[in-house]
């Protein structure tokens, strides 16, 4: 792992007061009975919460929440309206042809809503940002979308959201988490097809793989062995 700084802006103290971002490590009520995390089950049991891949992906980062009320309008399978309690909010609504494409045979409106989140974010060199939808949040009023910013050089924080194509007025309640951000390092790649399978050399993983595994298990993710 690296450590490196991540910095978030915003002029507007009521929102640091009342909606900052947080980590994504205090993630914890949606969790609790989707993942079964009260339950007692046996330290041989596999289970999804003691999954390294399904786990660190839900606590790593950080979690951007709405600072407005957000009301939409949707009729014919597109955006009718969108009004924000927040009254300095700025949005777009992405609905032109180029764009309606896009969510083609899924369960959302054509198009976007863009929209100007009062937070800027800066993190060192050589790394960025995926913005992406929160892990196994499972909404059914909106989405949002993928993106990755080159958060050294740009700061701006833009949250696309996808809706629901069912005709209805709905409401994202200030405080709902919309986005998170997922800060990685930024490097070079070069891309080789080995042919032949992958053999861990069985030292190396009883003492790496399997010991980083027992410190998970037994310290990083509390629930593991209730």
């Not at 003691?50 to 839900?58: A, N």
Request: hydrophobic share 35%; proline share 5%.
């Amino acid at each position: 792992m690296f450590e490196e700084k991540i910095s978030f802006f915003s002029e507007r103290e009521e929102v640091q007061e009342k909606y900052p971002i947080y980590p994504a490590k205090k993630r914890y009520d949606d969790l609790v009975e989707k993942f079964n995390l009260n339950t007692k089950i046996n330290k041989t049991e596999t289970h999804p919460k003691r999954c390294p891949g399904i786990m660190d992906i839900i606590f790593y980062g950080y979690i951007v929440p709405s600072w407005s009320d957000i009301l939409i309008r949707v009729k014919d399978e597109n955006i009718l309206d969108v009004n924000f309690s927040d009254q300095r909010t700025s949005f777009e609504l992405w609905q032109h042809e180029q764009i309606a494409n896009v969510n083609r045979n899924s369960n959302w409106c054509p198009g976007f809503i863009k929209i100007a989140s009062p937070w800027q974010v800066k993190t060192t060199k050589n790394t960025c940002a995926i913005y992406d939808r929160l892990p196994f949040k499972n909404e059914t009023i909106f989405e949002a979308s993928s993106g990755l910013l080159d958060t050294h050089v740009e700061h701006q924080t833009h949250i696309f959201l996808n809706i629901t194509k069912k005709d209805g007025t709905y409401l994202i309640h200030a405080g709902t988490p919309l986005i998170q951000i997922l800060p990685i390092k930024k490097s070079s790649f070069s891309m080789v097809i080995e042919k032949k399978g992958f053999e861990h050399p069985r030292k190396y993983f009883n003492d790496t793989f399997l010991g980083s595994l027992n410190r998970y298990n037994k310290s990083k993710f509390k629930f593991t062995f209730k």
